[in-house]
């Protein structure tokens, strides 16, 4: 199964910074088949991001993902209060289906 | 508005079975693939199994092969895991979520369900 290596494990910020977030496959996608979650305590992981780059119903444009092959990327260009939370990458290119373990966004 | 309401916590012995509901509305539930996910306290993010409402085929990681069963019932829109010869190490959070597409293959999941705690302890 493909494994997902997600950087930094946590990432401690002030609002309005950017957030950068990197995603590493074990091997590489044949096609951009990597989505982005986001968690927030004792909620349910929110679909942020899917096909590495497309914003999901409703998500704001300050979300952002790109990458390819093996590397991928989640960008927030601007943390607002209620963007500190936990972050999972996914591959859906193979099965499983596999997530990465995740990367917390704090208040610095 | 899509929902997915599960059902409440769980806790059992070891060696037991446990076997969570999830109740979809808002949509036609054949329509789309329903997998469930788990969650130990802390930990990632963990994909179980899913299943076709419409045909009732299953599908389930290898490493719970045996062990877990996803099943369906239409009239009322719910779809069930149960998970058995529980161990401490299955206690954690398990979430029931919709694929997002009513296509073929993989694709991410737009809807979850709440979770649902089981605690697996003597």
């Known amino acids: 199964e493909i494994v997902l290596t997600q950087s930094p494990g946590t990432l401690s910020l002030s609002p309005g910074e950017r957030a950068t977030l990197s995603c590493r496959a074990s091997q590489s996608f044949t096609s951009a088949y990597l989505a982005w979650y986001q968690q927030k305590p004792g909620q349910a992981p929110r679909l942020l991001i899917l096909?590495?780059?497309s914003r999901a119903t409703g998500i704001p444009d300050r979300f952002s993902g790109s990458g390819s092959g093996t590397d991928f990327t989640l960008t927030i260009s601007r943390l607002e209060p209620e963007d500190f939370a936990v972050y999972y990458c996914?591959?859906?290119?193979?099965?499983?289906?596999?997530f990465g373990q995740g990367t917390k966004v704090e208040i610095k | 508005q899509v929902h997915l309401v599960q059902s409440g916590a769980e806790v059992k012995r070891p060696g037991a079975s446990v076997k969570v509901s999830c109740k979809a509305s808002g949509y036609t539930f054949t329509s789309y693939d329903i997998s469930w996910v788990r969650q130990a306290t802390g930990q990632g993010l963990e994909w179980m199994g899913w299943?076709?409402?419409?045909?009732?085929?299953?599908g389930y990681k290898q490493k719970f092969q045996g062990r877990v069963t996803i099943t369906g019932t239409t009239s009322i829109s719910t779809a069930y895991m149960e998970l058995s010869s529980l161990t401490s190490d299955d206690t954690a959070v398990y979430y029931c979520?919709?694929?997002?597409?009513?296509?073929?293959?993989?694709?991410?999941?737009?809807?979850w369900g709440q979770g649902t705690l089981v605690t697996v302890s003597s």
């Open positions: 996914q591959q859906y290119a193979t099965s499983p289906t596999t």
């Open positions: 299943m076709n409402p419409n045909s009732g085929n299953t």
């Open positions: 096909g590495a780059s």
């Open positions: 979520a919709r694929k997002g597409s009513n296509s073929g293959g993989w694709f991410p999941f737009d809807y």
